[in-house]
């Protein structure tokens, strides 16, 4: 579905002080019924995201460490039980798992003799388990399944989402009866950056003719065009035109904001939603198959 700039503006308008949480999902549901679920996460997810980046440095000053730490300290000194990282988190206004690194690195700082590397530190986030002290690693625990935006929990169910959109298009592309490479097939003939698919016989999708397709589902606002276009996009452009001269791309959103024309460079990438009624191929007139057969025979 596209949305018009006005109704995304209405919806992150009322995102600026609602604080990353499930009830205010739920809220901000009740507030816009005709959006889908999916469509309201990944809006809030990445407005979130974008705030979260405008504020980090004021959270990773030594000074601030320190602070966050003792609160905790003395938090969990008088009730070990209480959710006090995730609280501590929510006042700040900061990502509970990012909050619960910040408190692990720097405990591990105390108790280590060594700084602890980044890999330790995001397996332990993963596994809290393997934290050595039991009460901190309840508060990471319970940091992490209440983050709905950061986090290793987030990044799993991402990773799974992603996943299934691709395998959903595979699946409309068979269904199609369409010839293709894919990522593993790309890259073991050398291109380190590729779309999800290329497509070895182009097809129509709205009057556009696609050489190759990238799924994405998420939200695709403004920001996220441009950031996919220089991350991306030119480098499968580039890539594409190794296959032909016509070198037009296509980009799936689960929901999009911007128009067509709207998208930078919209001459040459394609956004839309496709269903299989929307792609077109070649199809060889009737007479021709009979003639093309005969010619088989003889």
């Not at 709905?148 to 799974?160: E, Q, R, S, T």
């Not at 779309?195 to 998420?218: C, N, R, T, Y």
């Not at 792609?279 to 010619?295: A, D, E, K």
Request: with cysteine.
């Amino acid at each position: 579905m596209i949305l018009t700039k006005a109704q995304y503006d209405e919806i992150a308008q009322c995102l600026v002080s609602v604080p990353p949480t499930r009830q205010s999902l739920r809220k901000l549901k009740q507030r816009f019924p005709s959006q889908s679920q999916a469509t309201l996460l990944s809006i809030f997810s990445q407005e979130y995201q974008k705030h979260i980046k405008r504020t980090h440095a004021k959270h990773h000053t030594s000074e601030a460490i320190e602070s966050y730490y003792q609160r905790y300290l003395n938090g969990v000194g008088e009730n070990g039980a209480a959710p006090v990282l995730l609280e501590l988190a929510n006042e700040v206004d900061y990502a509970p798992s990012l909050m619960a690194r910040i408190i692990l690195e720097r405990f591990l700082q105390e108790h280590e003799e060594t700084p602890p590397s980044k890999s330790v530190i995001n397996s332990m986030l993963r596994d809290p388990s393997q934290i050595p002290d039991g009460v901190l690693a309840n508060q990471v625990y319970q940091c992490i399944v209440n983050d709905c935006c950061y986090g290793p929990l987030v990044d799993c169910i991402k990773h799974a989402i992603g996943h299934e959109h691709e395998v959903l298009l595979r699946d409309l592309l068979l269904e199609k009866n369409l010839s293709f490479l894919d990522e593993d097939q790309l890259r073991a003939k050398g291109y380190d950056k590729t779309p999800d698919f290329i497509l070895q016989v182009p097809v129509a999708v709205e009057g556009h003719i696609i050489h190759w397709i990238e799924s994405k589902a998420s939200f695709g606002d403004e920001c996220s065009h441009h950031a996919y276009l220089h991350d991306q996009f030119w480098s499968y452009w580039n890539s594409v035109c190794l296959y032909g001269s016509i070198k037009l791309g296509g980009l799936l959103w689960r929901t999009v904001m911007v128009s067509q024309r709207d998208f930078p460079y919209h001459e040459i990438f394609l956004i839309c939603f496709v269903e299989p009624s929307c792609i077109s191929t070649l199809r060889t007139p009737s007479w021709q198959r009979s003639s093309l057969r005969s010619l088989g025979q003889a």
